[in-house]
């Protein structure tokens, strides 16, 4: 029986198969979006990072940890004393991602991404309020647009100059929601209530101004109408006093005047179709008709 040679490319190839088919998926690493993954050996961090995509070759001895890096938000509530001792329960979130770059270093120093989470931004939020609530005087403040405001930015400011050298960004910090001990919030809507009704019944004494204001000024319209319609008819008067005035002095003055009335008044009568018998007194310089009396025809 023959010897049968086998080449040695083709030893190699099947030697690699082997290795492949042994190992299996152990020599790529598929990193999912919007994560990146953190290698082990022996224990030892890997300082490099994989980003998302699929990696080959890679160590098939290696152990892998996964982060997600995308924006993520967490909601805190806590009881935060004010300068009255009394405690407001206060809903804060916050808006973080952790620093692709720096997750070998998390690993090595924190943990996993709930590991972050439970030892260094719960703690230090949590903290951060107690805090802000010492500088608060007394416990309805906090409804306080001016004091929310102030509250965000220390909020903010503080978690970020702890988290950055965490590898956390800290995009925000919102209040959420703030809660008040039960018996300041009744006292709360009495103040509000009483205050509804002082500006209701100040809109009510404005609207009896203003309505009283337009009645004075209808009053004084019609007073002003009536002194005008009294100068109006003091005019006239004025006038037909003056012309009777007038006629007296021409008929004093001249007592042709009459004589002429007296004529014209003839002419008048003269043109009447009743047939009529006039008396007239012939000694008076008048010739005015005393009588007349009609016959009917």
């Known amino acids: 029986m023959e010897n049968i040679k086998i080449p040695k490319s083709l030893i ?48 098939p001895f290696y152990e892998w940890y996964f982060y997600d890096v995308r924006q993520k938000s967490h909601l805190e509530e806590a009881n935060v004393p004010s300068q009255d001792q009394l405690q407001t329960k ?51 403040d906090f409804f306080l647009e001016e004091t929310q405001q102030n509250m965000q930015t220390s909020l903010l400011e503080g978690l970020r100059d702890y988290l950055i050298t965490k590898g956390v960004n800290v995009g925000a910090v919102l209040i959420r929601d703030i809660s008040l001990p039960p018996f300041i919030i009744k006292a709360i809507e009495s103040k509000k209530e009483r205050e509804q009704e002082v500006e209701k019944q100040k809109a009510e004494l404005e609207r009896f101004k203003t309505e009283q204001q337009q009645k004075v000024a209808l009053a004084t319209a019609e007073s002003e109408a009536a002194k005008e319609q009294a100068s109006k008819m003091k005019v006239l008067a004025d006038a037909q006093a003056y012309e009777i005035e007038k006629i007296n002095r021409a008929i004093g003055s001249n007592p042709n005047y009459v004589k002429l009335q007296a004529l014209e008044a003839l002419k008048a009568i003269s043109k009447d179709p009743g047939s009529k018998i006039y008396f007239m007194n012939g000694d008076s310089p008048s010739p005015l008709p005393l009588m007349n009396i009609g016959i009917n025809k």
């Not at 919007?34 to 995509?53: C, I, K, M, N, R």
């Not at 804060?92 to 952790?98: D, G, N, Y």
């Not at 030892?119 to 309020?129: E, W």
């Open 90 to 140: 206060i809903q804060v979130s916050v808006q973080f991602r952790l620093e692709q770059d720096r997750a070998p270093m998390i690993l090595k120093e924190t943990g996993q991404a709930a590991d972050v989470l439970r030892v260094h931004i719960v703690p230090k939020l949590r903290s951060l309020l107690r805090e802000q609530g010492k500088s608060i005087k007394r416990a309805e």
């Open 12 to 59: 190699i190839i099947m030697i690699i198969v082997a290795v492949f088919f042994w190992f299996g998926s152990s020599l790529y690493q598929k990193v999912p979006a919007g994560y990146v993954a953190v290698a082990t050996l022996f224990g030892e961090v890997q300082s490099d990072p994989y980003e998302e995509g699929l990696h080959i070759p890679v160590n």
